[in-house]
Structure formats: C-alpha cells, structure tokens
Nanobody, 115 residues
Framework: QVRLVESGGGSVQAGGSLRLSCAASGSIFRLYTAGWYRQVPGKERELVATVTSRGTIDYAEFVKGRFTISRDNAKNSVYLEMDSLKPEDTAVYYC?????????WGQGTQVTVSS
C-alpha cells in the first residue's frame, strides 16, 4: 500500500510563495490519481488540485492561476507550487493518492499566510 509524507509547509507573507512536496512509497504510485486538499478548523476538507496518472490536471477555482500541481513518477512524488498566496490560503494541506480501491492520505503540513 502507498504511504505519503508531505513537506514544505511553513509561514509566509501575503504575496509570497511556497512549494509543497509529497513523497510516496511504492512504485504503484504512478497508477494513482494524486492530489492536494486543505482543511481549516471547523470546515470540511476541500480539494485544491489533482493530477491523474495520465497527467490530466484539475484545480479548484480559488487557486487557478496561482497554484501549480505536478508529479514526477520516477521520484514517486507530487508537488504543489503555490504563488501569490493569500491569508485565506492558510490551512493544513494534505496529500492524497487514490485508485478505484484506495484513498490514502498523508499526515498534513501547515501553511500559514500572514497579511
């Protein structure tokens, strides 16, 4: 089974950038749809961006033009480049890998954007 470990979170001022990384164990990661989600206290976890095994990408409207998702199957990794960050982007960001049978989550990484 795939295991996911996120890194790259932190604190940044509004307008700044961060790059999140998610490293997966297991070569079958390349067969999974990989994605990033985020959650703030008291709210449901929401989709940020996904990339399928074939490279089809989908973004939430609120990050279009600011965030870029990418994956490197040779490194079993998925990335989220976040630019023009806003205070409302503050959340715990989770990496996800899913197939028809599984949906696997990382432990999350905190992103804090100050105004």
């Amino acid at each position: 089974q795939v295991r996911l470990v996120e890194s790259g979170g932190g604190s940044v001022q509004a307008g700044g950038s961060l790059r999140l990384s998610c490293a997966a164990s297991g070569s079958i990661f390349r067969l999974y749809t990989a994605g990033w989600y985020r959650q703030v206290p008291g709210k449901e976890r929401e989709l940020v961006a996904t990339v399928t095994s074939r490279g089809t990408i989908d973004y939430a409207e609120f990050v279009k033009g600011r965030f870029t998702i990418s994956r490197d199957n040779a490194k079993n990794s998925v990335y989220l480049e976040m630019d023009s960050l806003k205070p409302e982007d503050t959340a715990v960001y989770y990496c996800n890998a899913r197939s028809a049978s599984y949906s696997i989550w990382g432990q999350g990484t905190q992103v804090t954007v100050s105004s």
